[in-house]
T-cell receptor, first 114, second 113 residues
């Protein structure tokens, strides 16, 4: 149980384009989903927290207009990287939480912006 | 400042050997501590979770310890296998309303034949 999927697993795009990443909880309903970014040899950095049906809460330094988060249902959250640039290239990981503290992590999405 | 520090940064061991990874934290208030295994290009997978009152927790060949007084934890891997090669991340959950996770930078373990 408690499986979280992400799609796509990897994406390559041109600079200036927008990329959408999906995060789904497959066998449970997630009241809260989290989006993380991980650069090479670094740990996960929380970007934003999203609760179903409400606006996401962004961490300090994360541009909300650049990283659009939509948590339209209890099983789906999307992260859209708008007008992507090479510095946005990173490993994006989502996690989902039902209640309490346990977060279940997705397999990650590798984004490469050329 | 809420921090989680891990050592060593990287480690190479031979297959079949044991190893111990360290984690020191300064997170307050403390809720729980987890060890995750992250394979390259994959998301983290939980290995163990310990609350304040738990000193040790095992999951197969993985044994985690927690000393809440000194704010230290260790992850011991017994009879290592090639598939143990991964990054091991110590994560402390900050108590309170946010339940925020504080991530360590990880220990990159390479198990060689």
């Amino acid at each position: 149980g408690a499986v979280v999927s992400q799609h796509p697993s990897r994406v390559i795009c041109k600079s200036g384009t927008s990329v959408k990443i999906e995060c789904r909880s497959l066998d449970f309903q997630a009241t809260t989903m989290f989006w993380y970014r991980q650069f090479p040899k670094q740990s996960l950095m929380l970007m934003a927290t999203s609760n179903e049906g409400s606006k996401a809460t962004y961490e300090q330094g994360v541009e909300k207009d650049k990283f659009l988060i939509n948590h339209a249902s209890l099983t789906l959250s999307t992260l859209t990287v708008t007008s992507a640039h090479p510095e946005d290239s990173s490993f994006y990981i989502c996690s989902a939480r039902v209640s309490g503290e346990t977060q279940y992590f997705g397999p990650g999405t590798r984004l490469l912006v050329l | 400042k809420n921090q989680v520090e891990q050592s060593p940064q990287s480690l190479i061991i031979l297959e079949g050997k044991n190893c111990t990874l360290q984690c020191n934290y300064t997170v307050s208030p403390f809720s729980n501590l987890r060890w995750y295994k992250q394979d390259t290009g994959r998301g983290p997978v939980s290995l163990t979770i310990m609350t304040f009152s738990e000193n040790t927790k095992s999951n197969g060949r993985y044994t985690a310890t927690l000393d809440a007084d000194t704010k230290q934890s260790s992850l011991h891997i017994t009879a290592s296998q090639l598939s143990d090669s991964a990054s091991y991340i110590c994560v402390v959950s900050k108590g309170g309303a946010t339940n925020k996770l504080i991530f360590g930078t990880g220990t990159l373990l390479a198990v060689q034949p």
